[in-house]
């Protein structure tokens, strides 16, 4: 006669796990998300993602300026030596002060990239000590985290993804689904049933597999994007200068579900962290904190 009661309080339990990382940061404001008809970067939050958007930048300038030099020699050799104006073209063949040109200065200007693209690209790979460890494994179609600090774990699903057994529609259980974990209808096919929490201002390592094929975890606000890939770790490091939700997607086609992969970041403040924390480790039975884990 007890068996019943105590089924009924495990699916309880079960189903408020969940709720644990949809409850935290419920007033975060939505900051790292797509938009519709919107042009260029999301809002840059990291030092990674800032210096992205420098680069571009200053690459869209270098493009901008060839275009330009280019698109006047198409309109002068056009209107000056055309048939009409020109009817009797020059013979020559070889032009050695104009070749050396043509080749001293591109090789300049890619020098000039390289030396300013390299240092991003050095700064991403890396990977400083971190505050906050993360074990992200890519699955068809969800992501699971381990906190390995604290030696907990949760899977990540989005709400309403075939993955669930939800509807690919929005229908009136996805609606409610995003209702309670603080989401409205703008973010269907973004939010997921559980998210990964991290402090604000805090270094945060991630170590990314997969487990059956080759995913990617990406966070545009971030500027990470790493490869998950099965049989191999492989690094990624951000520190989140702002409080707020963010969003990403797998971005390496990984089967059927691909599309209905996202991935959902919140960055809190250290307290709130701390409370989630806690949480977290009492419901996912992780090592309690002031626990030192021990390391080969």
């Known amino acids: 006669m007890r068996i019943a009661p105590i089924m009924s309080g495990l699916v309880a339990g079960l189903s408020a796990l969940p709720a644990l990382a949809q409850g935290v940061g419920s007033d975060l404001e939505i900051i790292g998300k797509p938009e519709q008809g919107g042009m260029g970067f999301q809002p840059g939050v990291t030092e990674l993602a800032n210096d992205l958007h420098w680069l571009d930048n200053l690459l869209l300038i270098i493009i901008a300026v060839i275009c330009l030099f280019v698109t006047a020699l198409l309109a002068i050799v056009i209107l000056r030596y055309n048939s009409r104006s020109n009817p009797t073209p020059a013979s020559f063949t070889h032009n050695s002060p104009l070749e050396i040109a043509w080749?001293?200065?591109?090789?300049?200007?890619?020098?000039?990239?390289?030396?300013?693209?390299?240092?991003?690209?050095?700064?991403?790979?890396?990977?400083?000590?971190?505050?906050?460890?993360?074990?992200?494994?890519?699955?068809?179609?969800?992501?699971?985290?381990?906190?390995?600090?604290?030696?907990?774990?949760?899977?990540?699903?989005?709400?309403?993804?075939?993955?669930?057994?939800?509807?690919?529609?929005?229908?009136?259980?996805?609606?409610?689904?995003?209702?309670?974990?603080?989401?409205?209808?703008?973010?269907?096919?973004?939010?997921?049933?559980?998210?990964?929490?991290?402090?604000v201002g805090k270094t945060v390592v991630m170590d990314v597999t997969g487990a059956d094929v080759i995913h990617s975890w990406t966070i545009p606000a971030f500027g990470v994007k790493q490869d998950a890939v099965p049989g191999r770790i492989a690094q990624l490091w951000f520190k989140p200068e702002r409080e707020g939700i963010y969003f990403g997607q797998c971005s390496e086609l990984c089967g059927q579900a691909h599309a209905y992969m996202p991935i959902t970041v919140k960055v809190v403040s250290e307290a709130e962290y701390e409370a989630w924390l806690e949480g977290a480790i009492e419901e996912y039975a992780g090592t309690p904190l002031g626990y030192q884990i021990a390391s080969n």
């Open 103 to 199: 080749t001293i200065i591109p090789i300049v200007i890619l020098m000039f990239i390289g030396a300013n693209s390299l240092p991003v690209l050095f700064k991403q790979q890396e990977i400083p000590e971190g505050e906050v460890h993360i074990k992200v494994t890519g699955y068809q179609w969800y992501w699971g985290y381990e906190y390995t600090d604290h030696e907990f774990a949760f899977d990540s699903y989005m709400i309403g993804a075939p993955a669930t057994g939800g509807d690919n529609r929005i229908s009136d259980d996805v609606r409610a689904q995003l209702n309670e974990a603080g989401y409205s209808e703008d973010e269907f096919l973004l939010a997921t049933d559980t998210a990964v929490v991290v402090p």
